[in-house]
């Protein structure tokens, strides 16, 4: 590699530490302070509302954007390429928006119909569904040129200044003492708006967007995406179980307690950050030889991580809980759970990183994670507690057992087989 090479990797990832940092702790702070300037029932409400949001951004969007720098490839210089392939994949968006709405506003309410919210309180909760839902495909899309052409900084300004922007708008309705679940969620439908309309103003100097869709490139699109459509759906859901089953089965209480200890497991996002910044290109590379013992190593140390976290919280779950406030002190045997929970879920996603890393992802891979964890989870829902806050962490437990334990059979498949490529891989 030569010194210029270097120096533009260097800045290159020096610009995503730096940016990816900055917009995880602000994300983070500002979660822990709504947790104290929220009240309980606000809070349950705030965090319904934005797991319906974060299920239906999934499956509204489909994968569709992910599919872009891909097939967008090198001609990335190609301004009408790249414009056509946004365009078409805004249009399989815009169609499952319209779609799907109707679906939430019919589901939304009667989800939440036992907590016997106002009708009003609930068009303001909807409201700041639709907004966030329409205006993250705008977001999402319009985003990806600063990603093809390594416009990291630029890329990270929009999001560290909204997030920076959300925490004072939210600081300062609660000094007025106006800040109300809707409030805050409507601040977070303003940002994205924002995230939007910057994110396509400083794509249009990449881009030369068509009339009308390509039908070719719509059925690339089409075909590149079918083989993930069930793990994306599937993912969509799993990724707000704990949050959907306290809603279905529990109480306002309780939901607000669930996803304020959702919030301590953030802790493991940078991780997860770590393991696809680091770990995946390190793994990608490295040679057959040294393999088993890369494996071991960072697994020895993903493992020393856990145990360490698990220590803290088993022994003084009083200093996880202090930055949730007064209202959740009351969560000890919870938080030591939660942490076990978020440590089996951290294993298990360490091992599918070094798993995609060497493509080691086969359809009976997928197929078997999703029948084994459906399965586990109807266990679970008939034989478990699941209105009460420990219940469904230990349901979120049982479900990351099953996932570590498809993903350990996974690797060592990989290992034996892992030079006899499957044609069909996802």
């Not at 917009?23 to 606000?42: C, K, M, T």
């Not at 416009?151 to 007025?176: D, H, K, P, T």
């Not at 993903?302 to 969560?331: D, N, R």
């Amino acid at each position: 590699m030569t010194l210029s090479k270097f120096n533009k990797l260097t800045v290159l990832l020096t610009s995503f530490l730096a940016g990816q940092g900055s917009v995880h702790l602000l994300n983070l702070i500002s979660g822990f302070l709504l947790l104290r300037w929220l009240s309980v029932e606000d809070y349950a409400q705030y965090s319904v509302t934005f797991g319906f949001q974060s299920t239906f951004s999934i499956l509204i969007d489909l994968g569709f954007s992910g599919t872009i720098i891909a097939l967008v490839g090198d001609r990335i210089y190609d301004k009408n390429t790249v414009g056509a392939y946004i365009y078409a994949g805004k249009s399989f968006r815009n169609l499952l928006f319209f779609i799907l709405i109707p679906i939430i506003i019919i589901v939304f309410p009667l989800v939440t119909a036992k907590y016997h919210w106002t009708w009003i309180t609930q068009l303001l909760l909807l409201s700041s569904i639709m907004i966030s839902l329409f205006f993250q495909g705008w977001a999402s899309y319009y985003a990806l040129p600063l990603l093809m052409h390594k416009q990291i900084r630029e890329y990270y300004q929009v999001q560290i200044a909204s997030a920076g922007g959300r925490l004072i708008l939210n600081f300062g309705f609660y000094i007025i003492s106006a800040l109300f679940s809707w409030i805050s969620l409507w601040i977070n439908s303003g940002v994205i708006v924002v995230n939007a309309i910057l994110y396509k103003r400083n794509a249009e100097k990449w881009i030369e967007e068509p009339d009308a869709s390509n039908s070719k490139i719509k059925r690339e699109m089409i075909a590149y995406i079918a083989p993930l459509i069930p793990v994306i759906i599937f993912t969509a859901f799993q990724g707000q179980i704990s949050i959907l089953i306290i809603t279905i089965f529990g109480h306002i209480k309780s939901i607000a307690e669930v996803a304020a200890l959702s919030r301590i497991a953030q802790i493991f996002l940078l991780l997860n950050a770590f393991n696809s910044v680091i770990i995946e290109p390190y793994i990608a590379k490295v040679s057959r030889q040294r393999l088993v013992i890369s494996y071991f190593q960072i697994l020895s140390v993903a493992f020393t991580i856990c145990i360490m976290l698990y220590a803290i919280a088993f022994l003084f779950p009083e200093i996880i809980l202090w930055v949730l406030g007064s209202k959740y002190q009351h969560l000890k045997n919870e938080t030591s759970w939660l942490i076990l929970s978020s440590c089996i879920n951290y294993i298990g996603g360490v091992i599918w990183t070094i798993s995609s890393a060497r493509k080691w992802i086969y359809w009976w891979h997928t197929t078997l994670y999703i029948v084994l964890l459906l399965v586990a989870q109807a266990i679970c829902i008939l034989f478990m507690r699941l209105d009460t806050t420990l219940g469904v962490i230990q349901f979120s437990l049982a479900s990351g057992i099953v996932v570590l334990i498809v993903h350990i059979i996974g690797s060592i498949y990989g290992f034996i087989y892992g030079s006899r490529q499957l044609t069909n891989t996802v």
